[in-house]
């Protein structure tokens, strides 16, 4: 039990750093959403990954070696990440419209719930028995979280006035960011299932002699990958319709190392959930019920890490004290959810 709490505690730091990336992007100045999302995301989902996944190559092998060599799990994890691209463009999107606090929320909720339960059932897990059923209520108090913290963020919307939904989140929009959100949660499920896809990768590292900390994270790279294609598809295409390619070369050199920075360090922050989970997993039993688990742990703690910043960020600001005392129960059921498996 005590190795679950440590890795338990390895992830909650990770979830940490991610509910953290979107912190920096406000420091990010006079650039358009397009450019400050694609240059945050080749250092989130190229730069970082690819140091990261040299962690698991063995020495005397290249990472090269090892993808060409399963090439199979490595496509497919990369095909997965492609979908994940998806998520990710709407998961920006949904924060836009609704900010972090409750963007995060609803999509991270629906995609700990999918992202958690569909490599089980793949894997033949019976989900209303045993172990199964366990998996099936840590998800679902997790669920009842997410949901909670969503009632409060609909609390709060009826009390604010439009200017003060304007003040708070500059494009605030209660129906189209849902519809965005719970679409970046769905497509944001397939990083799980891209992981899934790559564990033979996993276990011809781990084969090699790679150190168990770090066997997930040559396939994690490949996830990222197939997701930054999409991204950079769909920024440069608004670059061009935007007409803002010039974002990337302002004669202001102060301003430009200003924003790379920035968005050097949210890359970094958000990376280290996949960092994190990776090393977190090291500890928990290959095939038990918390490693099956760990994927909607890290997606609790990112929703209650992600409230935690709304707050500080006066995102809750001015909202009565039955929306605070709605919202504080939910992320208690997330708290609540994150270690039911391990009693």
Known sequence: MIHSILGIVIIAIGSFGQSSSYVPINKVKNWSWESF????????????????????????????????????????????????????LTFGLSMRYLGIAMGQSVALGTCSAFGTLIPALVAGKNLFRGEGLLLLVAVSIALAGIATIGYAGALRSQNMTEEQKRAAIKDFALGKGLMVALLAGVMSACFNFGLEAGKPV?????????????????????????????????????????????????????????????????????????????????????????????????????????????????????????????LIIGLLLLIISTFVINF
């Open 37 to 88: 999302w694609l240059t945050q995301g080749i250092f989130a989902w190229l730069v970082f990954p690819f140091l990261g996944a040299l962690l698991g190559v063995p020495d005397g092998h290249t990472l090269g070696g090892i993808l060409s060599a399963n090439s199979s799990a490595a496509l497919k994890a990369m095909g997965f990440g492609v979908l994940w691209g998806i998520g990710g």
């Open 202 to 326: 996993a276990e011809a590292v781990a084969a090699l002699g790679a150190p168990k900390l770090f066997i997930t994270l040559p396939a994690t790279f490949m996830v990222t990958l197939g997701g930054f294609f999409t991204n950079a598809a769909y920024c440069l295409y608004q670059n061009f319709k935007n007409k803002t390619f010039s974002d990337y070369h302002t004669p202001d050199r102060k301003t430009l190392l200003n924003n790379l920075l920035f968005c050097s360090l949210a890359g970094i922050l958000w990376y280290s959930q996949f960092f994190g989970l990776s090393i977190g997993k090291s500890f928990f039993a290959e095939g038990s019920i918390i490693m099956i688990f760990s994927w909607s742990i890290l997606m609790s703690l990112n929703v209650t890490f992600s409230n935690v910043w709304g707050i500080i960020l006066k995102e809750w600001k001015g909202v009565t004290r039955k929306t605070m005392t709605v």
